[in-house]
């Protein structure tokens, strides 16, 4: 699940702290990140257990309501949401309840934030037409789940508060941890019940190892790519750049120069869509020319050994999923 996208914010936060609290054991900032990623990979759980939460809510909501009318004589609601095939698989699924039990992790002291969310969902019309629709199958299911996560949860400032007081690393997190949930949910499939897998931490030892050798090379040669920035920007003062474009093309140069799977350009591009979101907003056409102009010499003088494109393309987000996946 943690990917290169997550690897490289997490590197960018962790090389501005490096420089900034003035640690220089190498050893503890990248113990570091990886605790960091490891909390990337937490709140990915969290969210799946989030639906199971909901639907537990529903069915104190249902009981009560069952109850009432038992008592009056009148009609019994609807336990269509509560048996929901696929949060009832979700619910039993052996990989997240393992994780939640090994992390001490529940929703139970968000009872109030859960309350709440499953009432947004009652009100929603996404409840509304399925609850009407005689459809029972497995994939209506699944697909009502997949349709809240991305209607109500995605994007829902209350829970970005929730995990806020929870956890200053799910910050930046969360934004791309929704694909991998979302994705979750499109894979999940009935046949395979309570062991269905879920994504794995890392997809490979590789990804591992990219960060770690990423993290080292920004930090071990730090003084060579910050020259090769310093003789690229003669026609600006290089004292005056925003201290995070400075750490955003020290890794981007690291990443050039340490991976030579990773085409110039993928580097490039994804340094600089980095930098809209944490520097300045004329960062980024700084930033490319900058790099475009240091990948051009080092290749030009041997130092690098890869080619650039004629043309580079902005790609979008996510755009290098072949090379992470």
């Not at 939460?53 to 009432?68: G, L, S």
């Not at 993928?266 to 809209?276: C, L």
């Not at 240091?294 to 080619?307: E, F, N, Y």
């Amino acid at each position: 699940m943690i990917n290169r996208e997550i690897i490289r914010i997490k590197i960018v936060q962790l090389t501005y702290a490096y420089y900034q609290n003035g640690n220089k054991n190498i050893d503890s900032a990248e113990k570091e990140l990886f605790f960091s990623l490891s909390k990337a990979y937490d709140l990915y759980n969290y969210l799946l257990a989030l639906m199971v939460a909901v639907t537990k809510e529903a069915r104190k909501h249902v009981e009560v309501a069952q109850a009432k009318a038992r008592r009056e004589g009148t009609e019994e609601p609807s336990t269509k949401f509560i048996y929901n095939k696929f949060a009832l698989q979700l619910e039993e699924n052996k990989m997240l309840n393992e994780f939640m039990e090994s992390q001490k992790k529940t929703w139970d002291d968000e009872a109030e934030f859960v309350r709440k969310l499953y009432l947004q969902i009652t009100e929603s019309n996404i409840y509304k037409e399925y609850m009407a629709s005689g459809d029972d199958s497995y994939a209506a299911d699944r697909e009502l789940w997949r349709k809240i996560y991305r209607t109500l949860i995605q994007e829902n400032e209350a829970l970005d508060d929730v995990l806020e007081e929870q956890s200053l690393y799910w910050n930046d997190d969360k934004e791309v941890v929704d694909t991998f949930v979302l994705k979750t949910i499109k894979r999940f499939d009935e046949k395979n019940g309570p062991k269905q897998e879920l994504l794995p931490e890392y997809n490979s030892d590789d990804d591992r190892d990219y960060a770690r050798k990423l993290f080292r090379a920004t930090i071990l040669n730090a003084d060579e790519y910050q020259r090769f920035m310093s003789e690229a920007s003669r026609n600006w003062d290089f004292g005056r750049l925003a201290y995070m474009d400075v750490v955003i093309m020290q890794i981007a140069i690291a990443e050039i120069m340490t991976f030579p799977t990773i085409p110039i350009s993928v580097s490039i591009n994804e340094y600089v869509e980095m930098s809209k979101l944490y520097s300045t907003p004329r960062s980024g056409g700084y930033i490319n020319g900058m790099l475009d102009t240091i990948a051009r010499h080092l290749v030009d003088t041997g130092r690098l050994l890869k080619s650039i494109e004629p043309q580079r393309v902005s790609m979008p987000k996510g755009g290098e999923k072949t090379e992470n996946e």
